[in-house]
């Protein structure tokens, strides 16, 4: 009603209006101090304001980060040494299975090449055996013709003593003489062959037996080379088990690490994450020094676990490697007494071998001085003969000289007898030479046959030799895991505080300006600030009221 007044009016109402401004300018100075504090009150050591809070958030936020990143760069760091880690194991096991593949191999040559040799002296022995029945034949034969010559002469004897028989006179008694000195010789003639063939007999027995024994001593010293390869490959074996058996165990070991450790980095996983759970709750819900202590207890608690899991991670794998270490020293000394036993054995087959040729060569020495002492025999025998057939000639020509007569009128019959007995005596030398040229045949043929076995022989080592594995080589060693590019991070930058408020900076005067136009000017001017506001204080939670009680503030007091 007033403002429809006189003059007087009027200046009670520029009074009035003088004293709204001085009030308004006092409680937007108020309010623009208390909205500065709000935001800027503090410092970044003592943080009270909005926009100090803000800052220590975000440098927090960005710590929980870098430790974050600095976890996940570890477990990856970890997984692929684990990876590199596992292939070489892999590459290890590869090149063991190839080895035990080799040692396969090598044990199948050395038993093929012993079974060939096995075969070669079976057959040598049958080739010889074969070669002695036909020596035996042979002096059958011989005998044969020694008893058929025998008789051929005997008959010429008894013609020659038939045509004796037609002398007359004298010649009666001297035929007698002759007669039996003739008969005498052919006694002595029979009884060295019946001797001659008795002592090749003997020796050809003396030569059985010997072979005998020396086929019995080949045979005890085969069993025996059989015995001991059995024995060996027995202690091979126990070696080869041995050394899997304590390769399983430290696999078995070597797992039990590799799980412990993962189960350590799950543990310590899960821990950081609690922690980090417990950093923000304590971050959400406290502030100040009980925010600090929270923060501190939580970091203790993560720092206690940590340790004991890497103390307890030492512990087990100082004791698994003692493990392994024992499993080790007791596969050595496995595989060492094993070599010992071998060596055992080695020296148990040499043992064999010096015994067997002792034997063989005392064998051999019999044989030799009983073939000496045959023929020492056969040469005595035929000196007898010679000596007998020396007499009788003597006789025959004293009886000769007494019978010139008679030996005119039977000469051509004795001469004739002699002729035939002469045809006889080429045929048994015709008869001895295809003896002896057919033992010589028979004797290169065997020898051939032996070639031949040999040959088959050396063929068989080859072959063998051919199918031999090469021996394996390790492959390449795999390359060393990189190490991970740590990552770069900014440091927030520190925020500055603008001016603080001056009072009456934005005093208006009420009268000017029309009451629409400044309404409308501080409308806009309170939305302004509130964006300011909400743009500075970030994604806080107050920003939202804190911005539109600014502008709505800002619109009511100008």
């Known amino acids: 009603m007033g403002c429809f007044g006189g003059g007087g009016g009027g200046n009670d109402a520029g009074d009035e209006s003088n004293r709204l401004q001085r009030e308004t300018v006092e409680l937007q100075h108020e309010y623009e101090t208390k909205v500065y504090d709000f935001n800027w009150e503090g410092s970044k050591a003592n943080p009270k304001g909005q926009m100090w809070k803000n800052f220590n958030h975000q440098v927090e936020g960005l710590e929980i980060a870098k430790a974050n990143n600095k976890a996940s760069r570890d477990y990856k760091q970890e997984t692929q040494q684990q990876q590199y880690d596992y292939g070489v194991e892999q590459q290890d096991y590869q090149h063991f299975q190839q080895e035990r593949i080799f040692r396969k191999s ?169 922690a980090l759970q417990q ?36 512990r087990g794998e100082s004791t698994a490697r003692a493990r392994m270490k024992n499993n080790r020293v007791t596969a050595l000394n496995t595989q060492a007494q094993a070599g010992v036993k071998k060596l055992q054995v080695d020296y148990d087959t040499l043992s064999g071998i010096e015994r067997a040729d002792r034997d063989t060569k005392e064998a051999e020495r019999d044989l030799s001085i009983t073939g000496s002492q045959g023929k020492l025999d056969l040469d005595e025998i035929r000196k007898q003969v ?33 002729w035939e007995t002469a045809n006889v005596g080429s045929r048994f030398k015709h008869n001895q030479d295809v003896l002896r040229a057919s033992l010589d045949s028979a004797v290169k043929a065997s020898q051939s046959a032996k070639g031949d076995i040999v040959r088959s022989k050396y063929q068989a080592d080859l072959q063998a030799d051919a199918r031999r594995m090469l021996e394996p080589e390790r492959q390449p060693d795999l390359p060393e895991p990189l190490d991970i590019p740590e990552t770069k991070y900014q440091d927030p ?23 629409f136009a400044n309404a409308a000017a501080s409308v806009v001017s309170g939305v302004v600030a509130g964006a300011s506001t909400y743009a500075a204080l970030g994604t ?7 911005g539109i009680a600014v502008g709505l503030g800002t619109m009511l007091f100008g």
């Open 106 to 274: 090598e044990d199948q040559y050395g038993q093929q090449r012993a079974f060939n040799e096995a075969e070669m002296q079976a057959a040598l022995s049958r080739e010889k055996d074969v070669l002695n029945e036909q020596f035996i034949e042979s002096a059958f034969q011989n005998q044969s013709l020694i008893q058929d010559l025998y008789e051929d002469v005997g008959g010429a004897g008894y013609d020659k003593a038939a045509q004796m028989l037609g002398l007359k006179g004298a010649e009666g008694e001297l035929e007698f003489q002759k007669t039996q000195q003739l008969v005498k010789l052919k006694q002595d003639v029979e009884g060295a062959r019946f001797q001659q063939a008795g002592k090749q007999l003997s020796l050809v027995d003396a030569s059985g037996q010997t072979d005998y024994k020396k086929a019995n001593i080949a045979q005890d010293l085969a069993e025996k080379e059989a015995i001991n390869k059995f024995k060996k490959v027995e202690l091979t074996l126990t070696q080869g088990a041995a050394k899997t058996r304590a390769d399983f165990e430290n696999d078995l070991i070597r797992r039990e690490i590799s799980d412990s450790k993962a189960k350590a980095a799950y543990d310590t996983t899960n821990a950081n994450v609690k």
């Open 279 to 314: 950093l923000g709750t304590a971050a959400t819900l406290q502030s100040g020094r009980s925010q600090g202590k929270a923060v501190q207890m939580v970091l203790a608690e993560l720092g206690r676990q940590q340790a004991w899991t890497v103390e307890s991670m030492i």
């Open 386 to 418: 010679m000596d007998a057939s020396e007499s009788t000639d003597i006789s025959v020509k004293e009886v000769n000289r007494n019978l010139k007569q008679k030996q005119s009128d039977t000469g051509l019959a004795v001469k004739k007898i002699d």
């Open 493 to 515: 930058l520190d925020p500055a505080a603008p001016p603080k408020p001056i009072k009456g900076a934005m005093a208006r005067d009420v009268k000017s300006g029309g009451g």
């Open 540 to 546: 806080s939670a107050a920003a939202g009221p804190l």
